[in-house]
Each structure stands twice: as C-alpha cells, then as structure tokens.
C-alpha cells in the first residue's frame, strides 16, 4: 500500500482547506505516491527522538500533529532541528505528514477527542461552521458533564485526565460546573464564544495574563498546557487509520515532546 492511501484516508477525515490560513498542514517531506507504507509513527511533534524511533520501529512514515515545517527553508544544512530533521528524514526515506488546524476544526477531531477524555456528552461546535467536502468544521466545542461538579473537582479531574501537574485558572466558581466549553492548543481566542455558549467552564492549552481577568464568578478558566490538551491526538490518527486500513503497522509514539517542564 503506498503511503499516500494512508494520507488520503486522514484528509478524508480532516480536509486540508478546513485548516487555518496561517497553517502548514499536509505533506511536509517525503514522496507519498512512490513509496510503500512500512509503518506508521503517531506523534504530537517531530523531533530528532521521534524521528530516530521511526526508524527503530521500522516506520516510513510519521503523522504529526504539528507541521514540522511552518515556515519555508532557505537551505537544508543541518544548522538547526528543523533542517537536521528534513536531511535525515530523506536519507532514511520517511514521509513526513502533519494534520494540524484541519485536525483541530474537523468534525470528530482534536477538540472532541478532549471531549471525549473528559466524559462530556452532548458534544457540539461552539462557532460558526463551515462544510468542506462534506466535512463539517469549527473552533472549538461544547459539551455536557455527566453529572455537575465543584470547581475543585473539576480541576482534580483534569489534571488525572491529561497528567497536569498544575492548572492555570481563575478563582474557583461559586457555583457548579456542568456545561464545559474546550478548545485544545493556543485556544484563548475562544473564551469569548465559551461565555456567550453559558458555559460554566473553558479548558484551553494557552492564554495570556491580560486574558484571565474581569471572568471572576463568569466563567472558570482552566489552562491545562499547550501539550497536555493535545496529547491524545495520535489516539486520533491511528482510529483513522485503522478504521480503513487495519493492516498498517500504527504506534503511538513513547516520546514525551513536550519542552515545557514544571519544577
């Protein structure tokens, strides 16, 4: 099977144009339509360990969750990760493939995928959609506890759910917490749509100090890590994967990414 069947099968999923005009997802490195799937590496980030576990595990292809390249290259000559990563990728064959903003919008995606991990039913998009190939994508999404929570247990169940070791948040909600509003990533831009929702509580990756203030008894905030919200993404890509083709060899990669540590 040529490694871009399996690409197909992830784009029919999550159409490229349901990602974000600032984006890069899609083919990052390799020659998809030449080359055999051998296995497939899942991953939230390509780093060098990633790479070098792909080729341990006898994968020819990776499928990231952020695009490794999100800006052009001026020359490939191993002068920082990015470039050192590329080189070596070709010299070994790897495909290189991200779903990123495309992976975030689509309808069953990252953001559900949270949703999921958290238990919330009722799940549904918080912002205006858009259809691309008959795809179903948006911003963000909004979901219903099984049953309410105080703000305190609430944030003991995110942090055991995504292994947090601390939460930002505001001060603790007064009152109980069923409806949840969740944008995974750098989703602050989303708080907005989460208060107009009646959303008791917003779970992001990433806000800014200015972000948190004036929502005291509105809203509870709750920023759990860029990483942390993410890091069942490659869950994602290998249900895909195996839903059309469960001959392919898939692992979900061992190697913690995450260059933020807690002290």
């Given at each position: 099977?040529?490694?871009?069947?399996?690409?197909?099968?992830?784009?029919?999923?999550?159409?490229?144009?349901?990602?974000?005009?600032?984006?890069?997802?899609?083919?990052?490195?390799?020659?998809?339509?030449?080359?055999?799937?051998?296995?497939?590496?899942?991953?939230?980030?390509?780093?060098?360990?990633?790479?070098?576990?792909?080729?341990?595990?006898?994968?020819?292809?990776?499928?990231?969750?952020?695009?490794?390249?999100?800006?052009?290259?001026?020359?490939?000559?191993?002068?920082?990760?990015?470039?050192?990563?590329?080189?070596?990728?070709?010299?070994?064959?790897?495909?290189?493939?991200?779903?990123?903003?495309?992976?975030?919008?689509?309808?069953?995606?990252?953001?559900?995928?949270?949703a999921e991990?958290?238990?919330?039913?009722?799940?549904?998009?918080?912002?205006?959609?858009?259809?691309?190939?008959?795809?179903?994508?948006?911003?963000?999404?909004?979901?219903?506890?099984?049953?309410?929570?105080?703000?305190?247990?609430?944030?003991?169940?995110?942090?055991?759910?995504?292994?947090?070791?601390?939460?930002?948040?505001?001060?603790?909600l007064q009152?109980?917490?069923?409806?949840?509003?969740?944008?995974?990533?750098?989703?602050?831009?989303?708080?907005?749509?989460?208060?107009?929702?009646?959303?008791?509580?917003?779970?992001?990756?990433?806000?800014?100090?200015?972000?948190?203030?004036?929502?005291?008894?509105?809203?509870?905030?709750?920023?759990?890590?860029?990483?942390?919200?993410?890091?069942?993404?490659?869950?994602?890509?290998?249900?895909?994967?195996?839903?059309?083709?469960p001959e392919?060899?898939?692992?979900?990669?061992?190697?913690?990414?995450?260059?933020?540590?807690?002290?």
């Amino acid at each position: 099977m040529k490694i871009k069947a399996v690409v197909e099968a992830l784009e029919r999923f999550a159409p490229l144009p349901l990602q974000e005009d600032y984006d890069n997802a899609g083919l990052q490195v390799g020659l998809t339509e030449a080359w055999e799937v051998s296995g497939a590496l899942l991953c939230l980030d390509v780093t060098e360990k990633v790479l070098d576990e792909a080729v341990r595990l006898g994968c020819n292809l990776i499928v990231s969750h952020h695009p490794l390249l999100f800006h052009k290259l001026a020359r490939v000559a191993g002068e920082d990760m990015v470039q050192r990563i590329v080189f070596k990728a070709i010299e070994k064959k790897i495909a290189i493939v991200s779903m990123h903003t495309n992976m975030d919008n689509a309808y069953g995606g990252v953001n559900f995928k949270m949703a999921e991990k958290m238990g919330l039913t009722d799940v549904g998009f918080i912002s205006e959609t858009k259809t691309v190939d008959g795809v179903e994508g948006a911003s963000g999404v909004v979901g219903t506890l099984p049953s309410p929570m105080t703000a305190a247990d609430f944030i003991a169940m995110l942090k055991e759910t995504f292994h947090v070791a601390c939460v930002q948040t505001n001060e603790f909600l007064q009152r109980p917490i069923r409806k949840v509003a969740l944008c995974g990533g750098a989703g602050s831009f989303m708080l907005g749509d989460a208060v107009k929702a009646g959303a008791d509580a917003f779970v992001t990756g990433e806000m800014h100090y200015h972000e948190f203030f004036d929502h005291e008894q509105q809203i509870q905030i709750a920023v759990i890590g860029h990483y942390q919200s993410e890091q069942y993404t490659n869950e994602l890509f290998k249900r895909i994967i195996e839903a059309e083709y469960p001959e392919v060899r898939c692992y979900l990669s061992e190697i913690n990414t995450n260059p933020i540590k807690y002290m």
